[in-house]
């Protein structure tokens, strides 16, 4: 049995020297991520163009036209106002009475609209997620998505026929032995009118989100949540509604930033004078200020006030959810 020797190298010979490393091109430095991202998915980010377009012009751009709350605007003048007045404005809204009944009846109407419209559609998402027929589910889904379509000026169109003198509520209530209501002309009913018609509009369509919500919860949660002998109340209590828990916030938190921002259009088709005194908001106060009156720069000066207290709101909503439960918006 013969082995394998590795032989020497004769005499007066020297292996060769090991040839050096390939040298490594220098290649030119990568773009950023952003650059990167937008040269792969340019078609995407194209998108995006109009809805930023939209944005900076009647979003941002106005926002220049602030300065005339500190600067005498006249028809006719400079777009930014004559000349210079400091706090007038400030302080003419601060020490007028209506402003501060137009300022209460916007926390009132903001107030109702957060507590009644905000928990609804969670309340019809989690029905409809219980229900188990399809054809039921989508029959409920379309009856309740369709309000959402119509136009404001359909719906208080509808809302004041059907409660109109001789509508049909006022028809129900005659069955009863009930004289008419004048539920239009009242200002203790405009409230309750706004806030109902308000959620028969948006409950049906808020309900998007949270169904969306509800497809990503893990089924083995419900599983384990079952194995451990809890019934369908303990299953949406500690498995659905933490599930949904983040996007809850996050509506939350955007409906506070909007809490002084109470539909103008609907505010503006429903109320009258004679329901003023419960029904005008800052919005409307502003537009027949600023539009009607020609007092641009006092309407600029409510708005401008309005706008920071908006945005203390939303900050504020922020770093307290942060801060409890861990979800923000940023």
């Known amino acids: ?18 040839a050096p490393p390939p040298r490594r091109r220098t290649r030119s430095p990568s773009p950023t991520g952003w650059r990167r991202a937008l040269r792969k998915d340019w078609q995407l980010y194209s998108l995006a163009v ?18 005339i709350a500190f600067r005498r605007f006249e028809p006719g003048g400079s777009v930014f106002g004559e000349y210079w007045v400091g706090l007038r404005y400030v302080e003419m809204f601060l020490s007028d009475p209506t402003f501060w009944q137009v300022f209460r009846n916007t926390l ?9 419209c905000f928990p609804v559609p969670i309340v019809l998402a989690l029905l409809l997620n219980e229900v188990r027929r399809r054809s039921l589910k989508r029959f409920v889904q379309s009856v309740s998505y369709l309000p959402h379509f119509l136009s404001i000026v359909i719906v208080a169109g509808i809302t004041m026929q059907m409660l109109a003198t001789d509508g049909p509520v006022n028809h129900v209530l005659g069955w009863f032995g009930h004289d008419p209501v004048r539920f239009i002309q009242e200002p203790e009913w405009f409230r309750t009118i706004y806030v109902g018609s308000e959620i028969w ?22 599983e384990a949540a079952r194995i451990d002998g809890a019934n369908r109340w303990r299953q949406i209590w500690h498995v659905t509604l933490p599930g949904i828990r983040p996007t809850m916030i996050t509506l939350l938190i955007l409906n506070i930033g909007t809490f002084l921002a109470v539909g103008f259009e609907k505010v503006l088709l429903l109320y009258n004078p004679l329901t003023y005194p419960t029904a005008d908001v800052i919005s409307t106060y ?11 720069s006092y309407a600029a000066a ?29």
Do not use: C
């Not at 009132?108 to 507590?115: D, F, P, S």
């Not at 409510?302 to 307290?320: K, P, R």
């Open 50 to 67: 109009l809805p930023l377009l939209f944005f900076l012009v009647f979003r941002y751009l106005p926002m220049l036209g602030n300065v």
């Open 201 to 222: 509009q948006t409950a049906g369509w808020g309900t998007i989100l949270y169904l969306a919500a509800l497809t990503t919860i893990d089924e083995d949660l419900y």
């Open 1 to 18: 049995m013969s082995s394998s020797t590795t032989s020497a190298p004769p005499p007066g010979t020297q292996e060769p020297p090991p």
């Open 286 to 296: 502003l537009y027949r200020t600023g539009v009607e009156s020609n007092s641009f």
């Open 108 to 116: 009132w109407i903001g107030g109702l609209t957060l507590v009644f």
């Open 302 to 330: 409510i708005g401008l006030f309005e706008a920071v207290i908006g945005l203390v709101l939303i900050t504020s909503a922020n770093q307290l959810s942060r801060r409890t439960v861990g979800t923000s918006l940023w």
